[in-house]
Nanobody, 125 residues
Framework: QLQLVESGGGLVQPGGSLRLSCAAS????????IGWFRQAPGKEREGLSC????????NYADSVKGRFTFSRDNAANTVYLQMNSLHPEDPAVYYC??????????????????WGQGTQVIVSS
């Protein structure tokens, strides 16, 4: 069974930080490209960042560039999204996704085969 489980969401004040985790099971992340997405109510699912199977990071969305950092820990079979300087525009359900792929990664949702269940991020004072 291939599975991705996000965790680390919650309530944070504007300007605060959260670290999201995505734990993979049924596959090893070193053979897969991984993406982080978010979806706010009434909006399309937005690609935020992706990382290649070799560990390179590409295609941070302009909305999060300089604030969010994507990393992977192959030994733990887990990827992380460090979110700093959170804005009122950032609350959403955040998802990780995976696809068995070598080469550049995409921020388009249709490029991914496996999805986690999402974790809720609320930005409020």
């Amino acid at each position: 069974q291939l599975q991705l489980v996000e965790s680390g969401g919650g309530l944070v004040q504007p300007g605060g930080s959260l670290r999201l985790s995505c734990a993979a099971s049924g596959f090893t992340v070193d053979y897969y490209a991984i993406g982080w997405f978010r979806q706010a109510p009434g909006k399309e699912r937005e690609g935020l960042s992706c990382i290649t199977n070799s560990g390179g990071i590409t295609n941070y969305a302009d909305s999060v560039k300089g604030r969010f950092t994507f990393s992977r820990d192959n030994a733990a079979n887990t990827v992380y999204l460090q979110m700093n300087s959170l804005h009122p525009e950032d609350p959403a359900v955040y998802y990780c996704a995976a696809v068995r792929w070598r080469g550049p990664c995409t921020l388009h949702r249709r490029g991914y085969t496996y999805w986690g269940q999402g974790t809720q991020v609320i930005v409020s004072s």
